[in-house]
């Protein structure tokens, strides 16, 4: 015996005890399969002494005979409360399966292991257990590290910055993470289960609800949009959502996973930046008008434009003091009842220096007079701005600014209106042919602009108050200096040109250049440049004003710098992109835009696409101006869902999708488009060879069924037994079935469905010419479309029931009519067979019917049900219409 069992009690024949406490062996072979099984083995004592342990035992935990066999089990087991638990459940004569524990080996490791265990017992006393051993240690590592990750894939959906959702078909939440919680002011309960466009802004919704059903639908897989939430408290945020598609393994949409990045401070800033473009724009058409108004209805209607324009307000007013009364002089949109009733109201009174803009953010909370709050209501007005038009500290009128809803002014609006005032103010004394130096020295004093005047050999003869601030010179540091103290080295030359174009009596307009200021540092600023004439007409000196431009150019840098990565970054993507003008005109393409056409587009010149010629996946010619480019330019939309040909100077052709997006300005308007190209001529090809080997391998079954019925028919009719001729006839049949069945899946262009009409047309004409003549067949089918791996189950259960139709449902002469149908049957798909007999019993026949019972198998093959009704005598098999995934799977028959 060898040494790993030496001091083991034997085996007897039977495995029992044999009375006195020993374990009889069966011989040799049992022997040796228990010492060199590749399990590990062993049997413990009702103690819990090892009284005997394999080799494969030992092996595992690493110990010698001597150091494992006649312990007791406890001392390798790392867990005390387990292995008493073991023994106890196995004196109870429980069995163990797989029953997890943790194994101390020689060395000092933890081995994870499942046991499988029973005891075997005499006289109802336990005597000893039989186990085995299963090492499990990796098994147990690769669960921890599985579990390890699953949690960090958890920990990092549920704390990542940005809002992440997962959405079923209808937009229902699925899950969700902590971040959009975050966004949303709301806890996990109250978003799960809910549509995600219950938070979305109502104006939105219908746009992100569109897209939403086209990637369900599957005509896109995934989408970006811009959309404004709405939080548990009422406020707004804006969102960048991406909405991506996760497929199934047939490509059909499961659910989606939708990323939303809060980019309501960007949003804050681009529509900052864009108000602070339209006031100065605003202020830069009123100082253009201005320059050209020759008649005070001039300054009033430049004024009255800037008001509204810069301030976005919905009607405005200017009223000029007028013997110490405030009088209207021009206004827009007020009715002749309401300037009646508020003429001679001012905020201020006359005596009053440096007066300050007043705004009334709500009229209905401001406190006003009743008569005056009344005619503001009665005029429907919300909100009201007084900005005062003073010249030197004292009040000369005033504009005001009128809003329909409440509205309170920001800081920067009221430093608009003030530049407007000033602007208004200065225009009006401009007209003012008595007071129209003083005046407009009170203007060029007061403006934050640098204004400065100098002859014609460029000595300065003003320098206001913007100069001192913007160049750091006073002015009685720079009047009567030449204008070149503040010009650069390098900037020298402009000079004399400037000087010469005055001259000549030209007007210099937003020339853009760099000054020095007293410190020496550079100043970016746009000189707008006018000549001064005497009272002859004759040019004297020229006035300048120069606008401080540094925020624009370092704006314009890094807009520049922008422009120059997106280059890059577009230059980098292994895609053909390209980039038009409003027109359609090429302005940018990328290296792989000049792989796909085959040519190197010209900027400015071609239009709309940067192929050579165009055509649609037919052949036909495609325009360029029809091209899905020129539409997403004409109508202002992304175009999706085209797919086109391209065909390069050389003669070859590209197919590909294009994915045009327009581009717009701050302001909504179309200023471009951007077009992605996606070369898919290898998918093409595959698509090409997967239905040419498709097509053969049907072509072959097709060949193989029919030469197997023939086979069939011919062993049919040279059989001498006529029970071996029934079976095969019966064989050929079903063969013929299922031939008529591959027969329209060949002919069926789609490849994983056929249509129900030509599938029961095909089989019941199979079926009727084993029929006698006298046999009609009815057969009657929906429009409706079957997966593919039900269509031979489904023709063997229709030939079935046929041959059973004939043989028991016809009267004795062999005539009668059978009807066959496939209709669509509240959501599911029903199969009838009528015919014109008594009917039967299913249960009382079944054992007797080998059909029968095949075409049952055959039911649950397909996951459906099979009845039996009479009167009429029908057999109905009903199934759902779904594809294999939905358990429809092939299975084998149970007959």
Same mark, same amino acid.
């Given at each position: 015996?060898?040494?790993?069992?030496?001091?083991?009690? *034997?085996?007897?024949?039977?495995?029992?005890?044999?009375?006195?406490?020993?374990?009889?062996?069966?011989?040799?072979?049992?022997?040796? &399969?228990?010492?060199?099984?590749?399990?590990?083995?062993?049997?413990?004592?009702?103690?819990?002494?090892?009284?005997?342990?394999?080799?494969?035992?030992?092996?595992?935990?690493?110990?010698?005979?001597?150091?494992?066999?006649?312990?007791?089990?406890?001392?390798?087991?790392?867990?005390?409360?387990?292995?008493?638990?073991?023994?106890?459940?196995?004196?109870?004569?429980?069995?163990?399966?797989?029953?997890?524990?943790?194994?101390?080996?020689?060395?000092?490791?933890?081995? =994870?292991?499942?046991?499988?265990?029973?005891?075997?017992?005499?006289?109802?006393?336990?005597?000893?257990?039989?186990?085995?051993?299963?090492?499990?240690?990796?098994?147990?590592?690769?669960?921890?590290?599985?579990?390890?990750?699953?949690?960090?894939?958890?920990?990092?959906?549920?704390?990542?910055?940005?809002?992440?959702?997962?959405?079923?078909?209808?937009?229902?939440?699925?899950?969700?993470?902590?971040?959009?919680?975050?966004?949303?002011?709301?806890?996990?309960?109250?978003?799960?289960?809910?549509?995600?466009?219950?938070?979305?802004?109502?104006?939105?919704?219908?746009?992100?609800?569109?897209?939403?059903?086209?990637?369900?639908?599957?005509?896109?897989?995934?989408?970006?949009?811009?959309?404004?939430?709405?939080?548990?408290?009422?406020?707004?945020?804006?969102?960048?959502?991406?909405?991506?598609?996760?497929?199934?393994?047939?490509?059909?949409?499961?659910?989606?996973?939708?990323?939303?990045?809060?980019?309501?401070?960007? %949003?804050?800033?681009?529509?900052?930046?864009?108000?602070?473009?339209?006031?100065?724009?605003?202020? /830069?058409?009123?100082?253009?008008?201005?320059? /050209?108004?020759?008649?005070?209805?001039?300054?009033?209607?430049?004024?009255?434009?800037?008001?509204?324009?810069?301030?976005?307000?919905?009607?405005?007013?200017?009223?000029?003091?007028?013997?110490?009364?405030?009088?209207?002089?021009? =206004?827009?949109?007020?009715?002749?009842?309401?300037?009646?009733?508020?003429?001679? /109201?001012?905020?201020?009174?006359?005596?009053?220096?440096?007066?300050?803009?007043?705004?009334?953010?709500?009229?209905?909370?401001?406190?006003?007079?009743?008569?005056?709050?009344?005619?503001?209501?009665?005029?429907?007005?919300?909100?009201?701005?007084?900005?005062?038009?003073?010249?030197?500290?004292?009040?000369?009128?005033?504009?005001?600014?009128?809003?329909?809803?409440?509205?309170?002014?920001?800081?920067?609006?009221?430093?608009?209106?003030?530049?407007?005032?000033?602007?208004?103010?200065?225009?009006?004394?401009?007209?003012?042919?008595?007071?129209?130096?003083?005046?407009?020295?009170?203007?060029?004093?007061?403006?934050?602009?640098?204004?400065?005047?100098?002859?014609?050999?460029?000595?300065?003869?003003? =320098?206001?108050?913007?100069?001192?601030?913007?160049?750091?010179?006073?002015?009685?540091?720079?009047?009567?200096?030449?204008?070149?103290?503040?010009?650069?080295?390098?900037?020298?030359?402009?000079?004399?040109?400037?000087?010469?174009?005055?001259?000549?009596?030209?007007?210099?307009?937003? &020339?853009?250049?760099?000054?020095?200021?007293?410190?020496?540092?550079?100043?970016?600023?746009?000189?707008?440049?006018?000549?001064?004439?005497?009272?002859?007409?004759?040019?004297?000196?020229?006035?300048?004003?120069?606008?401080?431009? *540094?925020?624009?150019?370092?704006?314009?840098?890094?807009?520049?710098?922008?422009?120059?990565?997106?280059?890059?970054?577009?230059?980098?993507? @292994?895609?053909?992109?390209?980039?038009?003008?409003?027109?359609?005109?090429?302005?940018?393409?990328?290296?792989?835009?000049?792989?796909?056409?085959?040519?190197?587009?010209?900027?400015?010149?071609?239009?709309?696409?940067?192929?050579?010629?165009?055509?649609?996946?037919?052949?036909?010619?495609?325009?360029?101006?029809?091209?899905?480019?020129?539409?997403?330019?004409?109508?202002? $939309?992304?175009?999706?869902?085209?797919?086109?040909?391209?065909?390069?100077?050389?003669?070859?052709?590209? @197919?590909?999708?294009?994915?045009?997006?327009?581009?717009?300005?701050?302001?909504?308007?179309?200023?471009?488009?951007?077009?992605?190209?996606?070369?898919? *001529?290898?998918?093409?090809?595959?698509?090409?060879?997967?239905?040419?080997?498709?097509?053969?391998?049907?072509?072959?079954?097709?060949?193989?069924?029919?030469?197997?019925?023939?086979?069939?028919?011919?062993?049919?009719?040279?059989?001498?037994?006529?029970?071996?001729?029934?079976?095969?006839?019966?064989?050929?049949?079903?063969?013929?079935?299922?031939?008529?069945?591959?027969?329209?899946?060949?002919?069926?262009?789609?490849?994983?469905?056929?249509?129900?009409?030509?599938?029961?047309?095909?089989?019941?004409?199979?079926?009727?010419?084993?029929?006698? @003549?006298?046999?009609?067949?009815?057969?009657?089918?929906?429009?409706?479309?079957?997966?593919?791996?039900?269509?031979?189950?489904?023709?063997?259960?229709?030939?079935?029931?046929?041959?059973?139709?004939? %043989?028991?449902?016809?009267?004795?002469?062999?005539?009668?009519?059978?009807?066959?149908?496939?209709?669509?049957?509240?959501?599911?798909?029903?199969?009838?067979?009528?015919?014109?007999?008594?009917?039967?019993?299913? *249960?009382?026949? $079944?054992?007797?019917?080998?059909?029968?019972?095949?075409?049952?198998?055959?039911?649950?093959?397909?996951?459906?049900?099979?009845?039996?009704?009479?009167?009429?005598?029908?057999?109905?098999?009903?199934?759902?219409?779904?594809?294999?995934?939905?358990?429809?799977?092939?299975?084998?028959?149970?007959?």
């Amino acid at each position: 015996m060898p040494s790993s069992i030496s001091g083991a009690r *034997s085996f007897g024949s039977n495995g029992d005890d044999d009375g006195n406490g020993a374990i009889l062996l069966p011989g040799s072979e049992v022997e040796d &399969f228990f010492e060199n099984a590749a399990v590990s083995l062993h049997l413990v004592s009702n103690d819990g002494t090892i009284l005997r342990a394999n080799r494969a035992e030992l092996d595992l935990l690493g110990y010698a005979p001597e150091e494992y066999i006649g312990r007791n089990i406890r001392e390798f087991h790392a867990d005390p409360a387990t292995i008493d638990e073991i023994l106890d459940r196995l004196s109870r004569r429980e069995h163990l399966q797989n029953y997890r524990a943790r194994l101390r080996a020689r060395d000092g490791s933890i081995r =994870w292991v499942e046991i499988t265990s029973n005891a075997r017992s005499a006289g109802g006393r336990m005597i000893n257990t039989r186990c085995i051993t299963i090492d499990v240690t990796e098994k147990v590592k690769a669960e921890d590290l599985l579990r390890e990750q699953e949690q960090r894939v958890a920990l990092t959906y549920d704390s990542a910055g940005v809002g992440i959702v997962e959405a079923d078909a209808e937009g229902r939440l699925l899950r969700v993470n902590g971040h959009l919680c975050y966004l949303l002011g709301r806890t996990k309960e109250e978003l799960i289960g809910r549509p995600v466009f219950d938070w979305t802004y109502p104006a939105d919704v219908e746009a992100d609800r569109a897209k939403y059903r086209q990637q369900v639908a599957g005509e896109i897989k995934s989408y970006t949009i811009e959309k404004r939430f709405v939080r548990k408290d009422g406020s707004l945020f804006w969102a960048v959502v991406t909405s991506s598609s996760v497929l199934d393994e047939s490509g059909q949409f499961r659910y989606a996973v939708r990323v939303q990045h809060d980019v309501s401070e960007r %949003k804050e800033i681009e529509a900052a930046l864009a108000r602070r473009a339209e006031e100065q724009a605003a202020l /830069h058409q009123l100082t253009e008008m201005l320059q /050209h108004s020759l008649t005070r209805e001039d300054v009033y209607e430049a004024a009255l434009e800037a008001i509204q324009r810069g301030l976005r307000c919905q009607r405005a007013s200017i009223l000029l003091l007028e013997g110490g009364i405030m009088k209207f002089v021009a =206004w827009r949109g007020l009715s002749d009842p309401y300037r009646a009733a508020v003429e001679g /109201h001012s905020p201020w009174s006359v005596e009053d220096r440096d007066p300050q803009p007043i705004s009334v953010s709500d009229v209905e909370q401001a406190e006003l007079s009743n008569s005056l709050k009344q005619a503001i209501r009665t005029e429907g007005i919300g909100a009201a701005c007084f900005i005062p038009i003073n010249e030197g500290g004292r009040l000369l009128g005033k504009f005001m600014a009128y809003f329909d809803e409440p509205h309170d002014c920001s800081g920067e609006e009221i430093e608009v209106a003030r530049t407007i005032a000033r602007q208004l103010g200065f225009g009006l004394e401009r007209v003012r042919a008595q007071k129209a130096a003083q005046r407009l020295a009170a203007i060029v004093e007061s403006s934050h602009d640098a204004i400065v005047s100098k002859d014609l050999k460029g000595i300065v003869s003003t =320098w206001n108050g913007g100069a001192e601030r913007l160049f750091g010179y006073t002015a009685a540091e720079m009047v009567g200096r030449p204008i070149t103290t503040i010009i650069p080295e390098d900037r020298v030359g402009e000079e004399p040109l400037i000087l010469g174009r005055i001259g000549n009596g030209e007007l210099v307009d937003h &020339f853009e250049t760099v000054r020095r200021r007293k410190d020496g540092t550079l100043v970016d600023i746009s000189l707008t440049i006018s000549p001064v004439r005497d009272a002859s007409g004759r040019i004297v000196g020229a006035s300048k004003i120069a606008r401080d431009i *540094s925020d624009k150019k370092a704006t314009e840098e890094q807009i520049q710098d922008s422009e120059r990565r997106l280059k890059d970054l577009l230059a980098a993507i @292994p895609a053909a992109i390209y980039t038009t003008d409003r027109d359609g005109k090429i302005t940018y393409f990328n290296e792989a835009a000049v792989q796909l056409a085959g040519r190197t587009p010209e900027i400015g010149t071609d239009e709309w696409c940067v192929t050579w010629k165009l055509f649609w996946p037919d052949g036909t010619p495609l325009p360029h101006d029809q091209c899905p480019m020129a539409i997403s330019l004409r109508e202002g $939309r992304p175009i999706r869902g085209y797919e086109a040909v391209a065909e390069r100077p050389d003669g070859t052709r590209v @197919p590909f999708i294009p994915y045009p997006t327009p581009m717009r300005d701050a302001a909504g308007n179309v200023t471009g488009a951007i077009n992605m190209l996606v070369d898919v *001529s290898e998918r093409k090809h595959a698509e090409t060879q997967q239905r040419i080997l498709l097509d053969e391998l049907n072509h072959r079954v097709k060949n193989n069924m029919m030469m197997l019925k023939s086979l069939l028919s011919v062993a049919a009719r040279t059989s001498k037994s006529p029970e071996a001729r029934t079976v095969l006839d019966e064989a050929s049949k079903r063969v013929a079935a299922m031939a008529a069945a591959q027969r329209v899946l060949y002919d069926t262009p789609d490849a994983v469905n056929f249509g129900a009409e030509p599938f029961l047309g095909a089989v019941c004409e199979t079926a009727k010419q084993m029929f006698p @003549p006298a046999v009609e067949l009815v057969c009657e089918a929906d429009a409706i479309q079957l997966p593919n791996d039900i269509a031979m189950p489904l023709a063997l259960i229709i030939n079935e029931l046929l041959i059973n139709a004939v %043989k028991y449902g016809l009267p004795g002469n062999g005539q009668g009519i059978i009807r066959v149908s496939i209709k669509r049957s509240r959501g599911d798909i029903s199969l009838a067979v009528e015919d014109e007999g008594p009917g039967f019993e299913l *249960s009382s026949v $079944r054992s007797s019917s080998s059909g029968l019972r095949l075409v049952e198998g055959l039911v649950r093959q397909i996951g459906g049900a099979f009845e039996v009704s009479r009167h009429p005598s029908r057999c109905t098999v009903t199934f759902s219409q779904q594809s294999e995934e939905s358990g429809l799977a092939p299975k084998s028959i149970d007959t």
